[in-house]
């Protein structure tokens, strides 16, 4: 799917890679999924992923969270986790900072934008970013990568692909301001090629690759 959609796009496959989202499904698929070598895995729910984690310490993976965060979670996050792409304030990147224990690599970070202002949905709005970019860019123990979204759901592929390119001109005035972001979260099982399309650098594919959840 990534591979055809990148060819309509005239993109190289190898500019986008492969979130798979693992959230409700079982340790058992995960470790089959990761032994075709699939390394990067993500999951919505502090407390399921870390059960996760413990069953699956012998395996190479590079755990990325994606789901709302609360405040009192951010030490798990900060512990166990490669990328959390779903920051959306100020509050978190401090804590996730302070937090990050010295002996780990700084935990790479994507801002999540609530990109067609759903009063309902986790992200910041896009006039926030240069602000929270600013302030991810100082902070010790983290390196900003880039944004993440999930346009609102709907059946409009114009629309959807809209609120990506939306995503993507917020990214590049992040990059234009100097910040050096090479991650571009856009993408789930239904809308693939639009975020392709509007340049897209990750995917995060649950449903497509592991059937539906319960
Ligand atoms: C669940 C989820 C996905 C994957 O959705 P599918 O439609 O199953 O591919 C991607 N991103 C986020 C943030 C999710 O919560």
Redesign the pocket.
Known sequence: MIDSACADAGRDAASVRLLA?S?RHPVAAIRKLQAQGQLAF?E?YVDEALEKQAALADVDIEWHY??PIQSNKTRDLAAHFQWV??VDREKILKRLSAQRPDDLPPMNICLQVNVDAEPQKAGAAPADLPGLAELAGGLPGLRLRGL?C?PRATDSITQTRASFARTRECFEALCVAGHELDTLSMG???DIAPAIAEGSTMV??????FGP?D
């Open positions: 989202v959230k993500g919505n994606i789901g792409q779903s993440m999930i789930m099982s239904g995060r594919v649950g449903t497509a690759l959840r």
